[in-house]
């Protein structure tokens, strides 16, 4: 048996990177999952990537298209995935944009587009996953990608580091509110992760001059890791299924940093 065997999931941002990467190690472990994402043709393609998961865990796997801004489609891929499992046990809050510009130059368009991702994304999708948790009785998990920049700002990415201190805050107030429910809530802080994400990210700060060449932002980012190396997305799904277990059932309100030592809080 895995350690999340029988429990009802969903990952929000998971048709790529690192929200695949937590959806994938859930169902290896036994978990039934719903990949989420806004691009629904690339989810539903993960989704049957991983029917043979399923199949050899004795899981069970779906898929919806949400924009986590919207409160209607969100509830409506909470619905989907209860009438597809019987319940919602745990909830991930992954799906995350960036768009760099100069710390002088962000505009209300970019802060605002941030922002509604990031932040009111991840506010719905704790609310929406709680009240059914909480129409259940069963109690739940709700786990919130946070990042590096919740701990620090960067010049060129500002509305993203408010954004993700964001997160910290709600997952704090998640936490106090939510614990008369039996509801933990919880978040992880990944650093430097090797993903699309990443890719779009080196070609922004190009663009906006912060950056020579390709690959030189993810060089000096990572020039600051212990471990000597930037992370794969497979680095981060140990403590992701940890958050998701009983193994973290006296855990809520804390952020684990998963940066290979990058940023020492």
């Known amino acids: ?113 941030i922002m509604g991702i990031n932040g009111l994304g991840c506010m719905i999708g704790m609310q929406e996953a709680a009240r059914q ?22 010049d060129n990415v500002a509305p993203y580091c408010a954004s993700k201190w964001a997160v910290v805050s709600l997952t704090q107030s998640g936490a106090r509110d939510l614990a008369k429910h039996n509801i933990t809530v919880t978040g992880f802080a990944p650093g430097v992760v090797a993903t699309e994400m990443w890719e779009q990210v080196d070609q922004d700060l190009m663009a906006i001059g912060a950056a020579a060449r390709p690959g030189q932002a993810m060089e000096e980012f990572s020039a600051e890791i212990l471990k000597g190396r930037v992370a794969k997305p497979q680095d981060i799904t140990g403590t992701t299924t940890f958050l998701a277990s009983p193994d973290s059932d006296y855990m809520t309100g804390q952020i684990v940093m998963i940066d290979g030592g990058m940023t020492l809080v």
């Not at 990952?11 to 859930?26: K, S």
């Not at 069963?138 to 920049?149: P, Q, R, W």
């Open 133 to 154: 948790m909480i129409a259940q009785g069963t109690g739940g998990k709700i786990i919130n990608t946070a990042s590096i920049a919740s701990r620090q700002g960067f």
């Open 1 to 113: 048996m895995g350690r999340v065997s029988g429990r009802s999931c969903i990952v929000t941002g998971a048709a790529q990177g690192i929200g695949r990467a937590i959806g994938e190690a859930l169902l290896a472990e036994g978990a039934d999952v719903c990949f989420a994402d806004i691009n629904g043709d690339k989810v539903a393609a993960v989704a049957d990537d991983n029917a043979a998961t399923a199949r050899a865990t004795g899981a069970r796997v779906t898929h919806a298209a949400v924009d986590v801004r919207s409160r209607d489609q969100v509830r409506a891929m909470v619905a989907h995935a209860v009438e597809t499992f019987g319940k919602l046990d745990v909830k991930f809050n992954n799906a995350g944009v960036n768009r760099p510009m100069n710390f002088l130059d962000v505009t209300e368009d970019n802060w605002n587009f």
